[in-house]
Protein backbone atom coordinates (compact mmCIF):
# COMPACT_ATOMS: atom_id res chain seq x y z
CA UNK A 1 0.00 0.00 0.00
CA UNK A 2 1.24 3.90 -0.64
CA UNK A 3 -0.29 6.74 2.05
CA UNK A 4 -0.25 9.87 0.65
CA UNK A 5 -0.82 12.87 2.92
CA UNK A 6 -1.32 16.01 1.50
CA UNK A 7 -1.02 19.27 3.26
CA UNK A 8 -3.18 21.52 0.75
CA UNK A 9 -3.33 25.27 0.13
CA UNK A 10 -1.15 27.98 -2.14
CA UNK A 11 1.94 26.19 -1.12
CA UNK A 12 1.34 22.72 -0.04
CA UNK A 13 3.08 19.73 -0.62
CA UNK A 14 2.16 16.11 -1.31
CA UNK A 15 4.38 13.02 0.13
CA UNK A 16 3.77 9.45 -0.61
CA UNK A 17 4.80 6.56 2.07
CA UNK A 18 4.92 2.71 1.63
CA UNK A 19 4.39 0.50 4.63
CA UNK A 20 7.71 0.61 6.02
CA UNK A 21 7.36 4.58 6.45
CA UNK A 22 10.05 5.28 3.60
CA UNK A 23 9.40 8.46 1.37
CA UNK A 24 8.51 7.12 -2.46
CA UNK A 25 8.08 10.55 -3.56
CA UNK A 26 6.89 14.06 -3.19
CA UNK A 27 5.40 17.24 -4.46
CA UNK A 28 5.05 20.73 -3.58
CA UNK A 29 2.12 21.95 -5.18
CA UNK A 30 3.15 24.93 -7.14
CA UNK A 31 1.56 27.85 -8.56
CA UNK A 32 0.61 29.31 -11.90
CA UNK A 33 -0.52 33.35 -10.65
CA UNK A 34 -2.97 33.14 -7.68
CA UNK A 35 -4.07 29.47 -8.84
CA UNK A 36 -2.17 25.94 -8.65
CA UNK A 37 -0.92 24.22 -11.10
CA UNK A 38 -3.59 21.45 -11.27
CA UNK A 39 -2.04 19.43 -14.41
CA UNK A 40 1.79 18.59 -12.64
CA UNK A 41 -0.69 17.60 -9.56
CA UNK A 42 -2.84 15.37 -11.63
CA UNK A 43 0.47 14.20 -13.18
CA UNK A 44 1.72 13.07 -9.89
CA UNK A 45 -0.81 11.34 -8.64
CA UNK A 46 -0.74 9.18 -12.12
CA UNK A 47 2.40 7.29 -11.18
CA UNK A 48 0.52 6.09 -8.52
CA UNK A 49 -2.23 2.34 -8.35
CA UNK A 50 -5.21 3.82 -7.24
CA UNK A 51 -6.39 0.03 -5.80
CA UNK A 52 -2.95 0.19 -3.56
CA UNK A 53 -3.26 3.91 -2.78
CA UNK A 54 -5.11 6.05 -0.46
CA UNK A 55 -5.04 9.81 -0.01
CA UNK A 56 -5.09 11.81 3.69
CA UNK A 57 -5.81 15.45 2.70
CA UNK A 58 -6.31 17.92 5.45
CA UNK A 59 -9.30 19.46 5.92
CA UNK A 60 -8.31 22.76 7.42
CA UNK A 61 -10.27 26.58 7.76
CA UNK A 62 -8.98 30.21 7.86
CA UNK A 63 -8.50 31.40 11.34
CA UNK A 64 -8.59 35.10 11.93
CA UNK A 65 -4.40 34.82 12.83
CA UNK A 66 -3.69 32.92 10.23
CA UNK A 67 -1.52 35.34 8.46
CA UNK A 68 -3.91 35.57 5.42
CA UNK A 69 -4.58 39.36 5.06
CA UNK A 70 -7.86 39.75 2.34
CA UNK A 71 -11.02 38.21 1.93
CA UNK A 72 -9.44 37.71 -1.84
CA UNK A 73 -6.56 36.17 0.00
CA UNK A 74 -9.06 33.76 1.75
CA UNK A 75 -10.58 33.00 -1.65
CA UNK A 76 -7.53 32.06 -3.16
CA UNK A 77 -6.72 29.65 -0.12
CA UNK A 78 -10.14 28.13 -0.27
CA UNK A 79 -10.32 27.90 -3.73
CA UNK A 80 -6.53 25.67 -3.86
CA UNK A 81 -7.67 23.35 -1.25
CA UNK A 82 -10.91 22.78 -2.49
CA UNK A 83 -8.53 21.71 -5.40
CA UNK A 84 -6.30 20.27 -4.24
CA UNK A 85 -9.07 17.87 -2.01
CA UNK A 86 -10.66 17.11 -5.20
CA UNK A 87 -8.34 16.08 -7.72
CA UNK A 88 -7.44 12.54 -6.21
CA UNK A 89 -11.09 11.91 -5.73
CA UNK A 90 -11.55 12.64 -9.28
CA UNK A 91 -8.93 10.84 -10.21
CA UNK A 92 -10.41 7.62 -8.36
CA UNK A 93 -8.41 7.53 -5.37
CA UNK A 94 -9.78 6.51 -1.65
CA UNK A 95 -9.84 9.78 -0.35
CA UNK A 96 -10.29 10.68 3.46
CA UNK A 97 -10.44 14.42 4.67
CA UNK A 98 -8.82 15.07 8.18
CA UNK A 99 -9.55 18.13 10.56
CA UNK A 100 -5.79 19.66 11.10
CA UNK A 101 -6.66 18.56 14.98
CA UNK A 102 -7.27 14.96 14.35
CA UNK A 103 -4.03 14.40 12.78
CA UNK A 104 -2.31 16.94 15.28
CA UNK A 105 -3.64 15.48 18.12
CA UNK A 106 -2.33 12.54 17.08
CA UNK A 107 1.34 13.56 17.24
CA UNK A 108 1.39 15.74 20.29
CA UNK A 109 1.09 18.74 18.62
CA UNK A 110 -1.54 20.91 19.84
CA UNK A 111 -0.28 23.73 21.45
CA UNK A 112 -2.30 26.58 22.12
CA UNK A 113 0.60 28.53 23.42
CA UNK A 114 3.01 28.44 21.34
CA UNK A 115 3.57 30.50 17.85
CA UNK A 116 2.63 29.59 14.55
CA UNK A 117 6.29 29.59 13.87
CA UNK A 118 7.04 27.27 17.03
CA UNK A 119 4.03 24.84 16.03
CA UNK A 120 5.41 24.81 12.12
CA UNK A 121 8.82 24.10 13.83
CA UNK A 122 7.75 21.22 15.91
CA UNK A 123 6.52 19.72 12.79
CA UNK A 124 9.62 19.80 10.76
CA UNK A 125 11.91 18.46 14.32
CA UNK A 126 8.84 15.33 14.64
CA UNK A 127 9.47 14.92 10.60
CA UNK A 128 13.09 15.11 10.79
CA UNK A 129 13.05 12.48 13.40
CA UNK A 130 10.37 9.65 11.68
CA UNK A 131 11.93 10.25 8.60
CA UNK A 132 15.52 10.05 9.98
CA UNK A 133 17.11 8.90 5.97
CA UNK A 134 15.08 11.89 4.16
CA UNK A 135 15.15 14.73 6.37
CA UNK A 136 17.41 16.64 3.90
CA UNK A 137 13.89 17.19 2.38
CA UNK A 138 12.65 18.75 5.46
CA UNK A 139 15.57 21.56 6.30
CA UNK A 140 17.59 23.28 3.25
CA UNK A 141 20.66 25.43 3.26
CA UNK A 142 20.72 27.73 0.72
CA UNK A 143 23.24 30.51 0.22
CA UNK A 144 22.27 33.67 -1.10
CA UNK A 145 25.48 35.92 -1.45
CA UNK A 146 27.86 34.87 1.52
CA UNK A 147 24.71 34.43 3.86
CA UNK A 148 22.94 31.13 4.31
CA UNK A 149 20.02 30.59 5.56
CA UNK A 150 17.99 27.50 6.65
CA UNK A 151 14.82 26.61 5.27
CA UNK A 152 12.51 24.82 7.41
CA UNK A 153 9.70 22.87 4.79
CA UNK A 154 6.51 22.84 7.00
CA UNK A 155 4.56 21.79 4.06
CA UNK A 156 6.88 18.66 3.38
CA UNK A 157 6.94 18.07 7.21
CA UNK A 158 3.23 18.37 7.37
CA UNK A 159 2.30 16.24 4.73
CA UNK A 160 4.62 13.79 5.85
CA UNK A 161 3.17 13.57 9.35
CA UNK A 162 -0.43 13.13 7.40
CA UNK A 163 1.15 10.70 5.36
CA UNK A 164 2.26 8.16 8.76
CA UNK A 165 -1.23 9.29 10.65
CA UNK A 166 -2.79 7.56 7.63
CA UNK A 167 -0.86 4.49 7.84
CA UNK A 168 -0.95 3.74 11.33
CA UNK A 169 -4.33 4.51 11.58
CA UNK A 170 -5.44 2.49 8.54
CA UNK A 171 -3.46 -0.45 10.18
CA UNK A 172 -5.13 0.00 13.23
CA UNK A 173 -8.85 0.38 11.92
CA UNK A 174 -8.13 -2.92 9.80
CA UNK A 175 -6.52 -4.95 13.02
CA UNK A 176 -9.86 -4.15 14.63
CA UNK A 177 -12.29 -4.99 11.27
CA UNK A 178 -10.76 -8.68 11.36
Known sequence: MTYIGIDPGLSGCMVAIDENKHIINYRDIEKI????DINEIVKWFNQFDKQDCIAYC???HVH???SIKTCYAAFCYGRS???VQTIPQVLG?????????????YFGLVDKSSTYEQRKQKSVDLAITLFPDQQSIFVEEKQQGRVIRTINHHDRAEAGLIAIYGLETHITNTKKSH
Open 93 to 105: FTTELLTPMTWKA
Open 33 to 36: GDRI
Open 64 to 66: AGD
Open 81 to 83: VAT
Open 58 to 60: ENP
